[in-house]
Every structure is written in structure tokens, then in C-alpha cells.
């Protein structure tokens, strides 16, 4: 629910006023402790960034699969919402066995996306709104399909094309063995054997995803040397950065050893062998790439971004790849995992600020993405409880809305992914006979899978495919949304003020407003057990209730923004509050 202020609403004019009485802990400065706005700070420090999974976007052509074109009709939506900029999931040329994330072209329009001229359309368009566009990168590994891959099975062993992979020979008598235990995150053995030319039994190569998605060998110049070029490319079509998968990945131990816990990575869908990922060689690689974005910046004073897709096990290490010289940021993805529970939000707040911080890079907030079970599903039940419905009753939406306003108020750059701020829930019933994510088919279970919260967008009506495709006779969106998608439509939620998409609005719009937002640092409020409250800056202080009966609240008066009912005085049950400790409000 979006609540006024006494007055015109704003907060803006009103006078700084002194801290909150009562002892608080020291505060936590991601920045220099500054809170004012300064126009030309670095745009990507404490930018929103909307992630568009173009595949479920929204539909130009009526093929049932969005498109560039869809996207290009999307930017008024999100430059109504407030986002800063759009990030776009991988639209190559691909064979699709991983949506895109299996990259046959890396300098191509997929035709299923539109062309090259689209594309151009579509910076111009975004760029004239006021928005970036950042790029998904795959460097890690290509397609099976890659011209470079093809040259390596024609090639033979011992080829130069070999050894722009992992090939090796197999264990065994016969070379029958895998050359190593490692077990791809995506299910099975991580090594395929190729039928050589000849006709027989030959080499295995490395696939830590699916055995349609190579690893490239990067301790080979010739691969750092073309994705300089993949770069430039994109750079010179006039892209703002990249989001980058893997960017833990790229380099494996040379010797390629057994794993004392091969099959971590697939028990956890993760990256966590450590012979696998977070080699220290791929750090030269961050800033050899950041080398470049400057160089482009310093012909037109434009910053480009590079920010990373990297799954480490602690804040600390994740600190490694946000240096001065090496990526800009990292998504944090701590929060993300984190479940809802006061004593895991506070302690990975903590640490983001504490380590990513001293590196002078700013946190990169996360709740949801197209890899991870949405919010409003995630959090609809406690920690051990009840299994969960499709709508997710009150529980889930309400802690979902008050995890946005938390995250909208912590220091730096936060990203928001398509249907976020429409508080959809994950479609968890989907039939076996849809599904898409390799995850099932190479393991037959549907623990970890995506499709759920790929759907494609609802934007009216009351019934599938809900606005998502064009043309009377428009094909079925490629993953099927189910009738309570109407409840989460883009045309209602616009109409309802009291929608989540409202809640978002207005969350970014006083975030691009009030000084204390954004940048600078925080300090923790004491407050009640279940409560986590801070203060950022002169006086902006948000508070969120994890528990489930109401409390007082930290702030006399009636909230500036709040993600529900919260009446002057209290903070109800998994709700979160913005006030502004003014000294009229004391």
C-alpha cells in the first residue's frame, strides 16, 4: 500500500534532523559515507537494472516466443516503472538446448529474435528513454553447434581446434573412462566421448552444464582474443556493458584431477568444485576486460559496465572479483538465498557491506532471476514448513513486497527481474510434457528447475496467452501460463494502486529522489527481536517486521512508503516501512 506524508507527500524539502535516540551500532559505509547525489557520479554504482528474459518478454510476431521487437514495445512500460536500465538474456544464434546459453554465434541475431537491425533499433530507442542496455555474455562455454566445436570434431586430436576445448583422452584400457570424476552441475558425468572420423570410440571433452555446452579452454590466447573482439563488437553497437555468466568459470585446474566430492556440483546446482571454478587465472581475464570498458569510456567519457554472474561461497571471496581493476560488480547472491529469517537478512547485509565495500565497488542486490524460484513462492512458507501452493496465499506476497522495500533501500545497485514487480508467483504445476530445463531432462526430476519462473509475462486480458503474443491468430506462448496469471496482468496491476507494480514505482521513484538512497552508508537501529531496522543517511530509516504479530513502530508518524496497511504508530506483521525521522516527526 503506497502511503502519503502530511503536506505534498515529499520528504525532499524537509530539514536533517538528528539521529535516532537509543544506541545503534556502528555504520556500515559501502561508499565514503556520503549521502548526497552527485549527477556525475558513475550511473551503474546505485542504478536499478531490469533483467528482460527476451524469450518470455513479450511476443511481436505471434510465433508464441518473445522477441527484440517485443522488447523495443516494452521500454515505455519499464521506463514508466523507474528502472535505470535493461538487461537482455543471451538472443544468439543458439540450438536452444539451454535458451541461449548455448551460444553458436556470439556476433548474430537468433532469426527467432529478430536481426541485427532490431537490435540497433533497440539500443537507439533505449537509449533515447534514458535507459542502458547491458549484454548477457556466455564466455565459459559455446554451443555444441559453435563453428570452432564442429572444427574440433573434424579436426581430430592433438588439433589446434582441440585445444580451444577440454579434450582428452579416457581413462580405462580402451579409454572406456571419463579422464576425471567430475559430474556436470546439470546432471551426468561432466566429460562426453566423440566417434572420431575414423568411425571410432575417440576423445571426451569437458562439459560442466550439458554436453551441448563445450567448456572452452582459456588458458588458450585464441579464446581471450576473440571474446576481445565479441566485445568490441557489441561495444561498437553502442551497448553499456555486459552481465556475464560463469564469470567464476573460464579457467579448471590444468591437470584436471579427480574431485574428492565429484558430484557436489550437481548435488547443489551450483558451482562449488573447487578444481572446476574460482581458479585464480580467471582474475586477469576481469581485467584485461575492464582495460577494454575503459578504453571505450575514455573516448566518450560513457562508463561500461561489466558485472558477474559469480557464485562463490563467501562475501569475501566474491570481494576478489569486484578490485578496482576487475569487474565494476557482482551480483550478490547471499541475499538471494537467504531465507526469511531476521538473523540471515542481518548477517549477509553485513557481510556485503563489510567485504564488497573496502573494494570500493558498490553491493549488486538481488531477490530473483531466471535461475531461482521467485520471492512471492520462495517465501510463503517458514524455513521446514508447509508445502507450498501456486498462489502462495498472504504469506508469500506480503514477505516479498517487504523484501523489495528492503532491498530498495540498502546502499547500492539493486536488479529486478521481468514479472518481479508483478508479483508473480512461481508456476509450480507445469506438466512434465512442457518442461524445457535440461536440469529435468538429463536428471528426470523437477528439483531445480527453471521453467517455472520463465513463464511468459502476463501484460491483459483475462486469459491466456494474456497480451503476450500479437495477431488474432497467435500462436500458444512457448511455456503455457495458467489462468490465475490474470490476477498478475500488467494492464490491472497499473490500474491498482495497491498493486505490487505501484509498490515499485514508488520504491524507485523516492529512491531517485531523496538523497539518502542509493549511495552512503548504513547503521543498524536497535529494535525489537524480530524487527531489522536501520537508518541511511540524514534520516531515511526502514524498517522491516519478520515475524507475523505487529510491533511499534521505530518512527512516530504515519510512513512515507509502506508494503502494506501500516497505520501511524505500528509496524504489522512481514511488512517493511520507509520513514523520514524528521524533527517534525519526533
Known amino acids: 500500500m503506497l502511503i502519503a506524508t502530511a503536506g505534498n507527500g515529499s520528504s525532499a524539502d524537509s530539514a536533517p534532523s ?34 528482460v528474459y527476451v524469450r518470455s ?35 544468439y544464434p543458439s540450438p536452444q538446448h539451454d535458451h541461449g546459453y548455448d551460444v553458436a554465434d556470439y556476433r548474430d541475431v537468433d532469426p527467432v529474435y529478430g536481426d541485427l537491425a532490431e537490435f540497433d533499433l533497440l539500443v537507439a530507442d533505449a537509449h533515447r528513454l534514458g535507459l542502458k542496455v547491458l549484454l548477457d555474455i556466455v564466455p565459459n562455454h559455446c554451443s555444441s553447434e559453435h563453428p570452432w566445436f564442429r572444427a574440433a570434431l573434424a579436426d581430430g586430436p592433438g588439433s589446434q581446434a582441440r585445444s580451444l576445448f577440454h579434450f582428452a583422452d579416457g581413462r580405462g584400457e580402451d579409454g572406456e573412462l571419463p579422464p576425471n570424476n567430475w559430474r556436470a552441475m546439470f546432471g551426468g558425468p561432466a566429460w562426453s566421448r566423440v566417434k572420431e572420423a575414423s568411425g571410432e570410440e575417440g576423445q571426451w571433452y569437458l562439459h560442466m552444464f550439458t554436453p551441448e555446452q563445450p567448456d572452452l579452454n582459456w588458458r588458450n590466447p585464441a579464446v581471450g582474443a576473440d571474446f576481445d573482439s565479441v566485445l568490441r563488437f557489441w561495444l561498437d553497437r553502442g551497448v553499456d556493458g555486459f552481465r556475464i555468466d560463469v564469470a567464476a568459470g573460464l579457467f579448471k585446474h590444468p591437470e584436471l584431477p579427480d574431485s574428492p566430492d565429484p558430484s557436489a556440483d550437481e548435488r547443489t546446482r551450483d558451482s562449488v568444485n573447487p578444481l572446476a571454478w574460482n581458479q585464480p587465472e580467471v582474475h586477469q581475464v576481469w581485467r584485461d576486460w575492464r582495460a577494454l570498458c575503459e578504453e571505450y569510456t575514455s573516448r566518450d567519457g560513457r562508463d561500461r559496465l561489466l558485472v558477474g554472474e559469480v557464485s562463490v561461497r563467501t562475501p569475501s571471496e566474491q570481494a576478489a572479483y569486484v578490485r578496482p581493476d576487475e569487474l565494476h560488480q557482482a551480483f550478490f547472491f547471499h541475499l538471494l538465498t537467504a531465507r526469511w529469517d531476521i538473523g540471515t537478512f ?31 513462492t520462495r517465501y510463503a512458507t517458514d524455513p521446514g514448513g508447509a508445502e507450498r501452493t501456486e498462489s502462495a496465499g498472504e504469506l508469500g506476497p506480503a514477505r516479498a513486497r517487504a523484501a523489495a522495500l528492503l532491498m530498495l533501500a540498502l546502499p547500492g545497485a539493486a536488479y529486478v527481474y521481468q514479472g518481479e514487480e508483478l508479483g508473480l508467483p512461481e508456476v509450480v504445476d507445469l506438466p512434465d510434457e512442457v518442461l524445457t530445463d535440461p536440469i529435468y531432462h538429463r536428471t528426470g526430476s523437477r528439483e531445480h528447475i527453471r521453467d517455472g519462473c520463465r513463464v511468459p509475462l502476463p501484460w491483459s486480458g483475462h ?124
Open 18 to 51: 538528528p539521529s535516532l535516540p537509543g544506541p545503534a551500532s556502528a555504520a556500515l559505509s559501502p561508499a565514503t559515507g556520503s549521502t548526497s547525489r552527485n549527477p556525475a557520479q558513475h550511473w551503474w554504482r546505485d542504478a536499478v537494472i531490469y533483467q
Open 57 to 91: 518478454f513479450l511476443d511481436s510476431t505471434g510465433d508464441g516466443i518473445g522477441d527484440l521487437a517485443g522488447v523495443r514495445t516494452g521500454l515505455p512500460y519499464l521506463k514508466k516503472l523507474g528502472v535505470d536500465g535493461i538487461w537482455l538474456s543471451p538472443f
Open 346 to 376: 542481518r548477517k549477509v547485509i553485513s557481510e556485503a557491506l563489510t567485504d564488497i565495500a573496502g573494494t570500493g565497488s558498490t553491493v549488486t542486490w538481488v531477490l530473483n532471476n531466471h535461475d531461482q524460484v521467485r520471492t512471492v
Open 463 to 586: 486469459a491466456s496467452p494474456f497480451g503476450f503474443t500479437s495477431g488474432t491468430d497467435a500462436a500458444r506462448p512457448w511455456l503455457p501460463q495458467p489462468d490465475w496469471f490474470a490476477d498478475h496482468a500488467t494492464d490491472r496491476a497499473l490500474a491498482d494502486t495497491r498493486s505490487f507494480w505501484h509498490l515499485y514505482r514508488e520504491g524507485l521513484a523516492l529512491r531517485r529522489s531523496l538523497p539518502q538512497l542509493g549511495e552512503g552508508a548504513l547503521r543498524w537501529l536497535d529494535s525489537p527481536p524480530q524487527v531489522l531496522a536501520f537508518i541511511r543517511g540524514d534520516g531515511l530509516v526502514c524498517a522491516v517486521n519478520f515475524g507475523t504479530e505487529p510491533v511499534p513502530a521505530p518512527v512516530p508518524g504515519v510512513p512515507l512508503l509502506a508494503s502494506g496497511d501500516c497505520p501511524a504508530g505500528t509496524l504489522p506483521g512481514s511488512t517493511a516501512a520507509w520513514w523520514m525521522h524528521t524533527t517534525e516527526s519526533r
